[in-house]
C-alpha cells in the first residue's frame, strides 16, 4: 500500500524514490536514456515528462510496481500495471501452480507470503511446524514473522533467538526500504521490541551464507535453512509482491524428524 499526502506530486514522488535509491540525477538519465537536464526539470516540476518517460524512470529505479502506477497517478496518468487478487480468477493458474510448489516441498515446510509477511498459502507441514503458536497467532491474517517471534509463537522454541530474530528482522527493515508499505515499517517496529538484543557476532553455527533456524522439537532439535523466491518479471502488481519461503533441513536428522510430523 502506498500513501501519498495531498501536497504530493509526481516530481515530489520521483525525487523520493531516487533519494530512497541513492542515485543522482545523472545516474538515473543514464539508466533512463535521457539528460540530467531533464531529470532536473522533471523533479523541479519545470517540465511535466510524458507517460513513457515516467515509467522509465520508474522502472531506472526499480520502483515497485504498486507505487509505480501510485507515481503516473500523481502525474495525471492511468496505472500501467494491472492488479488481481490473489484469491481472484485473474491469478488462479498462478495459484494452482504454487500451491503445486508447496505440495511437491514435502515433507518440508514452505509458504507464500506478500511483500509483508502476510501469510497466503502454506503446505501441511509449515501448518504442522507452527501448531504450537496461539491460536490468535494462526487465525488469518496470518503474519508469518510474527508466528515466527512472538512470545506466544514459536519464539520460545528456537534455540538461537538471538541470531534469528534479527535475521527476520533485518530483512523485514531491507524490504521496507524498497517497499512504501507502512505495514512493514509498523511490524519491524513491534518484532525489534520483543526481539532480545542483538548478538555481537554471528553464532557458533552460522555457515558463512545463510543464519540457520534451530528449533527445539520432540524428536530432537531442528536445524532449518531458508529460501526466497520471487516473480522478477511479474507484470502484475499482487504477482510482483508474492513471496515464497521454503525451509530446508541443513540435516539428516532435521530431514528425518520432518518426515515423521507431515
Given at each position: 500500500m502506498t500513501v501519498l499526502s495531498g501536497s504530493d506530486d509526481y516530481a515530489t514522488v520521483l525525487r523520493r524514490w531516487r533519494t530512497r535509491r541513492r542515485v543522482s540525477q545523472l545516474e538515473l538519465a543514464l539508466r533512463a536514456g535521457t539528460t540530467q537536464r531533464h531529470v532536473s526539470f522533471i523533479e523541479s516540476g519545470r517540465s511535466h515528462p510524458g507517460r513513457a518517460m515516467l515509467i522509465r524512470l520508474a522502472e531506472s529505479l526499480e520502483v515497485p510496481l504498486r507505487d509505480r502506477n501510485a507515481l503516473l497517478l500523481a502525474a495525471g496518468y492511468a496505472p500501467a500495471y494491472p492488479e488481481n487478487r490473489f484469491d481472484g480468477p485473474g491469478l488462479a493458474a498462478v495459484r494452482t501452480a504454487l500451491e503445486r510448489v508447496l505440495a511437491g516441498h514435502l515433507p518440508f515446510p514452505a509458504v507464500v507470503v506478500d511483500r509483508a509477511g502476510t501469510l497466503l498459502l502454506a503446505n501441511a507441514a509449515f501448518t504442522a511446524l507452527t501448531a504450537p503458536a496461539a491460536p490468535e497467532l494462526l487465525a488469518p491474517p496470518v503474519s508469518v514473522p510474527r508466528v515466527l517471534l512472538h512470545p506466544d509463537g514459536l519464539a520460545p522454541l528456537i534455540v538461537n533467538l538471538d541470531e534469528w530474530a534479527w535475521h527476520v528482522i533485518d530483512r523485514l527493515r531491507a524490504e521496507s526500504v524498497r517497499n512504501q508499505d507502512p505495514r512493514l515499517v509498523a511490524l519491524v517496529t513491534e518484532l525489534a521490541a520483543l526481539a532480545p538484543d542483538r548478538p555481537r557476532e554471528p553464532g557458533?553455527?552460522?555457515?558463512?551464507?545463510?543464519?540457520?533456524?534451530?528449533?527445539?522439537?520432540?524428536?530432537?532439535?531442528?536445524?532449518?535453512?531458508?529460501?526466497?523466491?520471487?516473480?522478477?518479471?511479474?507484470?502484475?502488481?499482487?504477482?510482483?509482491?508474492?513471496?515464497?519461503?521454503?525451509?530446508?533441513?541443513?540435516?539428516?536428522?532435521?530431514?528425518?524428524?520432518?518426515?515423521?510430523?507431515?
Open positions: 557458533p553455527d552460522y555457515v558463512g551464507f545463510a543464519v540457520p533456524l534451530r528449533l527445539r522439537h520432540r524428536d530432537g532439535e531442528l536445524r532449518l535453512l531458508t529460501t526466497l523466491t520471487h516473480f522478477g518479471t511479474a507484470v502484475d502488481v499482487a504477482l510482483a509482491e508474492l513471496r515464497m519461503e521454503a525451509f530446508l533441513p541443513a540435516d539428516g536428522q532435521t530431514a528425518a524428524a520432518l518426515a515423521a510430523l507431515v
